[in-house]
């Protein structure tokens, strides 16, 4: 494991955190509540276990809602910009890819296709949902 660590914030710059190490995965997420909290077609995430996840400054600005038990999502009190959202239930937290500038993103899959608004042909592998490993049926969609 590489102990590079990256560093990103919010909008503002008001709250900042830290990851160590590489992503347990990258790709992007076409959920309607992804899509929605984004404001974006698609979603792109970097997945990190939780202990690799550090807020550095500003953790007492930090708002939290969670529409489901699956997602807790974050953002910064002052400029409403996303942070991460924490996937208890998986034991992994999604640190928005665009919050960490110097990390290369590298997608490696697309999940939720079955919901996508905006079809990408990257060649990358499309679940329907998610991978069956983490809960979903496993079933790859065609581009």
Known sequence: MSNTTYTGSCFCGAVQLAVNGEPEAMGYCHCDSCRHWSAGPI??????????????????NIGSYHK?????????????GHILTEHPELGLTDVYAAI???????????????????????????????????????????E
């Open 43 to 60: 979603n792109a995430f970097t997945l990190w276990k939780p202990e690799a996840v550090r807020i550095i400054r500003g953790e007492d």
């Open 68 to 80: 489901t038990p699956q997602s807790h999502r974050k953002w910064c009190r002052t400029c409403g």
């Open 100 to 142: 960490l500038p110097e990390l290369r993103f590298t997608p490696g899959v697309h999940v939720h296709y079955q919901e996508a608004v905006l079809r990408i042909h990257d060649g990358l592998q499309k679940f329907r949902d998610l991978p069956d490993d983490i809960g979903g049926s496993g079933v790859s969609m065609a």
